[in-house]
Structure formats: structure tokens, C-alpha cells
């Protein structure tokens, strides 16, 4: 089992950035993939990125590429989620998660345990 605590939200203006980061403890962090999720109030959680356990390959939502950077610091046992360029529609709870193992998946299913979220406030 992995505990996971988010850390780095808040409110910003449109156009801003943030910087979101994820401790983890339990499972030896190098040997799980992890992803970010959100969900905004009245929709369901959706992918946003995901970076596998060497951290040499990442995959990103269409909706963030190119604004969003996918990272970790295996010997930290911390993943981070750097947000630049931000928009209203980005506004949710973001979720950490860790994966099964090293594997790569996309599915919010597939992932076996999961942060309390931390609030990401995007305002226009």
C-alpha cells in the first residue's frame, strides 16, 4: 500500500501556474508508475497525466498538453505536476495516484491507491 499526500494548490489567475506535489510512503516508489487525476464539481475524475517509474516516459491529456509537466524524484518519493498556463476549465480536485506496479495505464481503474486531492482555483 502507498500513502500519498498532494500538496500545492490554490488559487491563481487565469494565465498563472502551479506547482502540485505528491509525497509518497509505503511501496518503494521506483517501483510503481504514477498519474494525476482531476474532477471538477458535477463531472467525473479524468486523466490528466501519467509518468512511468524510471521517469523516462510521460503521457499527458489532450487538454493539457503542452501547459502541464509531468515529473518525479524517485530517491524524494515525490512526484510533482507543474501547471503553466492556466485556465478556468482547469479548474478541480487533482489527484495523485500510484499504480499497480510498472506499468503504464491511462484508466483510473488500474490505479491502486490514491491522495485526498488538493484544490486547484483557476479564476478568469
Given amino acids: 500500500q502507498v500513502q500519498l499526500v ?32 482531476r474532477q471538477a464539481p458535477g463531472k467525473e475524475r479524468e486523466f490528466v497525466a501519467v509518468i512511468n517509474w524510471s521517469g523516462d516516459y510521460v503521457y499527458y491529456a489532450t487538454s493539457v498538453k503542452g501547459r502541464f509537466i509531468i515529473s518525479r524524484d524517485n530517491p524524494k518519493n515525490t512526484g510533482y505536476l507543474q501547471m503553466n498556463s492556466l485556465k478556468p476549465e ?13 506499468w503504464t495505464t491511462t484508466q483510473a481503474k488500474d490505479y491502486v491507491d490514491w491522495g485526498q486531492g488538493t484544490q486547484v482555483t483557476v479564476s478568469s
Avoid: H, I, K, P
Fill in 6 to 37: 498532494e500538496s500545492g494548490g490554490g488559487l491563481v489567475q487565469a494565465g498563472g501556474s502551479l506547482r502540485l506535489s505528491c509525497a509518497a510512503s509505503g511501496r518503494t516508489f521506483s517501483n510503481y508508475d504514477m498519474g494525476w487525476f
Fill in 90 to 102: 482547469d479548474t478541480a480536485v487533482y489527484y495523485c495516484a500510484a499504480g499497480r506496479g510498472r
